[in-house]
């Protein structure tokens, strides 16, 4: 097996660490040719769909990749910026303003870059930038605030396999959750006390988060747990009672049963329950996207209205607001802590030519 270097690296290189924030991914273009390999990509990630390997095969590339394409495509369409997907957009607003911060804070010594899990930029391709700009410790920080397998071990995944093939492995601390931290909740608090302060409070805020089939709960998973303890310690922020916020789960997928309850099918039972009014905020999305944007803003508005709801408010993610750039910051310094750059690069370029290296 060849495995990869830098090309033209030069050991009089400056060392430097590094960060690299992820998020999940996007396709190319909002088009069924472009949701095909996208969702060929994630939907055959072991971590993502725990079936046997010979029969998800099947299932997905006979049923699944013929028809769902067409239909996401369409959905992708309707949330679609002149910037491309806000999922990109927003990432990339993200990284500039993080690589901002690292750059006043740290200069030069820390380099900060980007990539999705599944398209791209691509996490390897991340790597090689890292790693052709000096970079010998690195801190990975998936953007999920909750620790799911799906999401976060599959990010970890990625890194350790680009790692198989690298000749020189940096050194690695790898964020797998913020779910609890206090400047994240704070953030997201105050994100909503901004909105209620503009529109006024509504008779319940519901905190939707991205399902997972229940049979990975039961398999050990952590998720919904994390999410039940950033839902109680937001509503003690915001000084709620049990009765005005719940917690639910959307973007369910499939026929098995998942975790519950469920985000439509709570949209459809609150009006007759005597909720006329709602808000909903997203605290396991770092960016608006299709599931916050489409899902959320638009169908479970649909469900709501329809069933007699009156005022239906989607509260955005925190995205690149200042006050989630600061949370991120946190994590970064934090995981940067202790770590020393080596500044002997005369002296190491100096003992690889007396061994015959060319520079």
């Not at 069924?32 to 299932?59: G, M, N």
């Not at 039972?269 to 909903?280: F, I």
Request: charged share 25%.
């Amino acid at each position: 097996m060849k495995f990869k270097g830098t090309k033209d690296y030069s050991h009089r290189q400056q060392d430097r660490l590094g960060v690299l924030i992820t998020n999940l991914g996007t396709p190319q273009s909002p088009t069924a040719a472009a949701l095909k390999p996208y969702l060929k990509q994630f939907l055959s990630d072991p971590r993502v769909v725990e079936v046997p390997r010979f029969i998800w095969w099947f299932v997905l590339n006979g049923v699944i990749l013929n028809i769902r394409p067409k239909r996401s495509a369409k959905a992708y369409a309707s949330v679609w910026t002149e910037d491309g997907s806000p999922l990109m957009a927003i990432t990339k607003q993200q990284h500039a303003a993080l690589e901002k911060r690292c750059q006043d804070h740290y200069g030069d010594d820390v380099v900060v870059d980007f990539a999705m899990r599944y398209g791209d930029p691509s996490i390897s391709s991340a790597l090689d930038r890292l790693n052709a700009k000096g970079v010998r410790k690195i801190v990975v920080l998936p953007l999920y605030p909750q620790y799911c397998a799906s999401t976060t071990a599959s990010t970890f995944d990625a890194v350790a396999e680009d790692f198989r093939t690298r000749r020189w492995i940096p050194e690695l601390r790898f964020v797998t959750q913020y779910h609890d931290k206090p400047a994240y909740i704070e953030a997201l608090a105050n994100k909503i006390r901004a909105h209620w302060k503009q529109h006024g409070r509504a008779d319940k805020l519901l905190m939707s988060y991205h399902g997972i089939p229940k049979r990975y709960l039961l398999n050990g998973d952590p998720y919904h747990c994390q999410c039940y303890k950033t839902s109680r310690l937001l509503a003690e922020a915001l000084q709620l009672t049990d009765n005005e916020y719940m917690t639910t789960f959307q973007s369910r997928f499939g026929r098995e049963e998942w975790l519950k309850p469920y985000t439509d099918e709570t949209m459809k039972r609150l009006p007759g329950e005597g909720v006329k009014s709602l808000q909903v905020v997203c605290p396991g999305f770092s960016s608006d996207c299709l599931e916050t944007i489409e899902e959320i803003g638009e169908e479970n508005k649909e469900y709501f209205m329809e069933a007699g709801g009156q005022r239906y408010e989607y509260i955005e993610a925190l995205n690149a607001d200042k006050a989630h750039i600061d949370v991120l910051f946190e994590l970064v310094e934090n995981n940067l802590h202790g770590w020393r750059l080596e500044h002997d690069n005369d002296a190491r370029a100096r003992r690889a030519q007396a061994l015959g290296a060319s520079q």
